[in-house]
């Protein structure tokens, strides 16, 4: 059963414009990742960040973590064409083994 | 490239048959997990494997079996195929396991996109 779960399900933006998803979870995590997938592709992993972090940057991107309220937010700027795909988080609820959400679809139109 | 290869890319079959799909991990990764993926039910964990043992199950079916071989590699067997098998399966490799992999990324293959007829 998916924990993690990002919001919005589609997301249909401007190049140039910021992406902002968001991802909840529901009981205490060591560490959230967020995974990238373009269509039909395997997941490529994107950034980690643990429990004891706030926020962590690499590139374009802003990941956030708000242990409080059990939810964290992925942020690309400047978004580009190539961001087109879908974007997952996942948790470590319970056990080491990612559990996955159903994702955001990002559409970045040139 | 991730690194984690799986063959084939494609599988086509009826109902009813066994297939097996490959997997060979990252240089130098001990643990390999299998995912399925499909349009209803997100990506699903099946089973992991560290150096050759058993170390997670998931939402596997008992009529789905796996292997990770002494080279490391891993299989993934579906028996009696029904038509809801049909999904993306997805092989994962990462360094470690356990406690410690709890912060290691994985790394994913391409997949296999499987289709019952």
């Known amino acids: 059963s998916q924990q993690g779960e990002e919001d919005p399900q589609a997301l249909s933006i401007q190049e140039g414009e910021n992406a902002t998803m968001n991802c909840s979870y529901k009981?205490?995590?060591?560490?959230l990742q967020w995974y990238r997938q373009n269509s039909g592709r395997g997941l490529v992993h994107l950034i980690l960040?643990?429990?004891?972090?706030r926020e962590k940057h690499s590139g374009r991107l802003r990941v956030t973590l708000d242990t409080s309220k059990k939810s964290s937010s992925l942020l690309i700027t400047a978004s580009r064409a190539a961001d087109t795909a879908s974007y997952f988080c996942?948790?470590?609820?319970?056990?080491?083994?990612?559990?996955f959400g159903r994702g955001t679809s990002l559409i970045v139109h040139p | 490239d991730s690194g984690v290869t799986q063959t084939p890319k494609h599988l086509i079959t009826a109902t009813g048959q066994r297939v097996t799909l490959r997997c060979s991990p990252r240089?130098?990764?001990?643990?390999v997990y299998w995912y399925q993926q499909s349009l209803d039910q997100g990506l699903q964990f099946l089973i992991q494997?560290?150096?050759?043992?058993?170390?997670a199950k998931g939402n596997i079916l008992e009529r789905f079996s796996a292997q990770q071989f002494p080279d490391l590699h891993s299989e993934l067997n579906l028996s009696s195929l029904e038509l809801g098998d049909s999904a993306l399966y997805f092989c994962?490799?990462?360094?470690?396991?356990?406690?410690?992999?709890?912060?290691?990324?994985?790394?994913f293959g391409p997949g296999t996109r499987l289709t019952v007829l």
């Open positions: 240089s130098g990764d001990l643990s």
């Open positions: 960040i643990r429990s004891n972090e």
């Open positions: 996942a948790t470590d609820e319970g056990s080491y083994i990612p559990t």
């Open positions: 994962a490799s990462s360094a470690s396991s356990g406690s410690t992999a709890r912060y290691n990324e994985q790394f």
């Open positions: 494997y560290y150096n050759g043992e058993e170390r």
């Open positions: 009981t205490s995590i060591n560490n």
